[in-house]
């Protein structure tokens, strides 16, 4: 049965290595999901014997780092994961609780058979007597039936198990993932004590991946490192998923070359600083960036950290001059501090304290706005302070915003809030960006 | 001799009790809420039957004894170096 999909030649559908854009090769601007067929008849088959005895050292010599947040090396995850000899669990993150991500949903939903490529060489490489795919409500249904296509082929070396994420910020954190996978609430552990790379789900190693990572790994596996780094720079190889907010036409997902100049990536012109104000990156755990610094940064978190940015799981907002951008943080950190598990008294505190302090500065007379120093100092407060790093990332968007937004924070001091506080929020809530993507691909000159 | 050693809370456990500020202020201290902060400074000789006695007696057993070097105390999904629970602390101390 499997001879009728799997093509022996894995060199068969291998794109050009600068062809743009690699993950999103194929796929029109709107459309369908690519089923199992199309997918190997456009990628090729993987070699998953090859995957077993050399995936680890490809990937290694790839430099592939993680694209869930916290640009972690791949390679070194998988050494620490195999490490203790016993068997471990992977599992694919696809909860993409962020509201300004739509990244992971189009992949899931589009073309979900490259994120489960990866999630079985993973598994080969790393001898995994499980996979699981944790996805939220709406893509369940379609992952489900890409695994069942999988299944019936016998494609992977274990079977893909397909699980509900719920709602919410932290359910992808990876210790709340774990336990929403074992039934538990999806709330994060206090893992310094037993990391899940150690001890994760039924208490066994498990490697947790975002699932643009485990597409990326989906393509080093077919074509090889030296493939994957023919784009991109020596430091920052490979290309990335973004999602843009912010430009007319709505919400986009696109793919760009590590290293390009942002400037590029976004298509902004000259008249950037008319248009916007400002712009997020990263996320609702990410930092603000003003738009003299958007237009000199390139597009890698080693860039965006020079900065003292990050581009966390590659997210791009750009504010316009219509919105407050003080209305505007006040909104996302009342969101974020709604979205605390509430486990931890530094992140229940702190950030109800965040949320009355950036209220009263968005939206309160000057006598009754906290003042700047005392906003900063609770941003210091909270930060490494949860057993996740929820806190830290509300702290590193306030602290960003109060250094980027420092003039309208003056000048709500001295006049009060601005007309704008009642502009439509410019930031995306709740409800899912559509996984759309621009067909527009960027690679470095 | 003694390997280097520090304590971490477990902020999910830890109900804000201040005991352990009261048992151990050379290295604990409370924020405005009542939550301990534990500061970064490696805690030496003289200082291991505080730390003990501060571990032993939280009421929620939030207070763990690790190896040092320090592994950011959060872990959200970032792996360092691996940390690793020292069983046993100060002599007569309890046993983890
Ligand atoms: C509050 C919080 C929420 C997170 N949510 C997600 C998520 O929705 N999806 C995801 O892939 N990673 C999320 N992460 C990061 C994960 O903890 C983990 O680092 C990641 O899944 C690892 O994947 P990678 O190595 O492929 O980057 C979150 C982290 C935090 C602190
Ligand atoms: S730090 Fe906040 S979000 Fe993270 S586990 Fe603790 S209470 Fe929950």
């Not at chain 1, 793919?255 to 976004?266: D, F, I, K, N």
């Not at chain 1, 250094?403 to 007309?419: I, Y």
């Not at chain 2, 592994?71 to 069983?87: I, Y």
Request: proline share 7%.
């Amino acid at each position: 049965m499997t001879s009728t999909l799997v093509r022996p030649d894995a060199t068969l559908g291998r794109p050009e290595p600068t062809a743009m854009p690699r993950l999103l090769r194929g796929l029109g601007r709107d459309g369908g999901t690519v089923g199992l067929g199309e997918h190997l008849e456009r990628w090729g088959a993987m070699d998953l014997r090859w995957a077993r005895q050399h995936l680890g050292s490809e990937l290694e010599a790839s430099g592939l780092r993680g694209h869930g947040g916290a640009g972690f090396p791949v390679a070194a995850k998988w050494r620490s994961v195999a490490r203790s000899g016993r068997r471990p669990i992977v599992v694919v993150n696809g909860a993409e609780g962020e509201p300004a991500s739509a990244k992971d949903a189009l992949l899931l939903a589009r073309t979900p058979h490259l994120v489960l490529d990866g999630a079985a060489a993973a598994a080969a490489s790393i001898g995994a007597g499980r996979v699981l795919a944790y996805v939220p409500h709406h893509l369940l249904e379609g992952v489900q039936a890409a695994a069942g296509a999988r299944r019936r082929h016998r494609l992977d070396p274990v079977d893909i198990e397909v699980r509900e994420a719920p709602e919410g910020f932290i359910s992808g954190q990876e210790s709340a993932a774990v336990n929403g996978l074992q039934g538990r609430p999806a709330l994060p552990s206090f893992i310094v004590l037993r990391p899940i790379r150690e001890r994760g789900v039924e208490g066994r190693p498990t490697l947790v991946h975002n699932a643009e990572t485990l597409a990326h790994v989906a393509l080093v596996a077919r074509y090889g490192a030296a493939w994957f780094g023919a784009l991109g720079t020596e430091r920052a190889p490979g290309t990335t998923l973004l999602t843009v907010t912010g430009r007319p036409g709505g919400p986009v997902v696109q793919e760009a070359a590590l290293g390009t100049p942002l400037r590029e990536v976004l298509g902004l012109g000259p008249d950037a600083r008319r248009r916007y104000q400002a712009a997020l990156l990263g996320g609702y755990g990410g930092t603000w960036v003003d738009i003299d610094t958007l237009l000199e940064l390139e597009l890698s978190e080693e860039a965006a950290r020079r900065r003292s940015a990050t581009l966390g799981p590659g997210i791009v907002v750009l504010l316009g001059h219509d919105s407050c951008p003080l209305a505007e943080v006040a909104r996302v950190v009342r969101y974020m501090n709604g979205e605390s598990a509430g486990q931890c008294g530094p992140c229940v505190h702190g950030l109800g304290a965040l949320d009355q302090a950036l209220q009263s500065v968005a939206f309160h007379a000057p006598e009754h706005q906290a003042s700047v120093g005392s906003i900063t100092q609770l941003c210091a407060l909270v930060e490494g302070r949860g057993a996740c790093r929820h806190p830290d990332g509300v702290s590193r968007f306030v602290t960003s915003a109060c250094a980027v937004f420092a003039s309208e924070l003056a000048a709500h001091r001295r006049l009060g809030p601005c007309g704008r506080i009642g502009a439509p929020s410019a930031l995306p809530f709740g409800g899912r960006p559509e996984a759309r993507h621009a067909g527009r691909a960027t690679r470095p000159r | 001799m003694r390997r280097a050693f520090r304590i971490v809370v477990d902020p999910i456990a830890c109900c804000g009790e201040g005991l352990c500020a009261e048992l151990f202020p050379e290295r604990i201290s409370l924020d405005p809420w009542g939550f301990p902060i534990l500061s970064d400074e490696p805690i030496t000789a003289d200082l291991v039957e505080h730390a003990g006695r501060a571990v032993d007696m939280c009421p929620h057993l939030a207070l763990h004894v690790m190896d040092a070097p320090a592994n950011a105390g959060t872990g959200g999904g970032r792996p360092g170096e691996p940390a690793r629970l020292v069983a046993r602390l100060a002599p007569g101390g309890r046993r983890r």
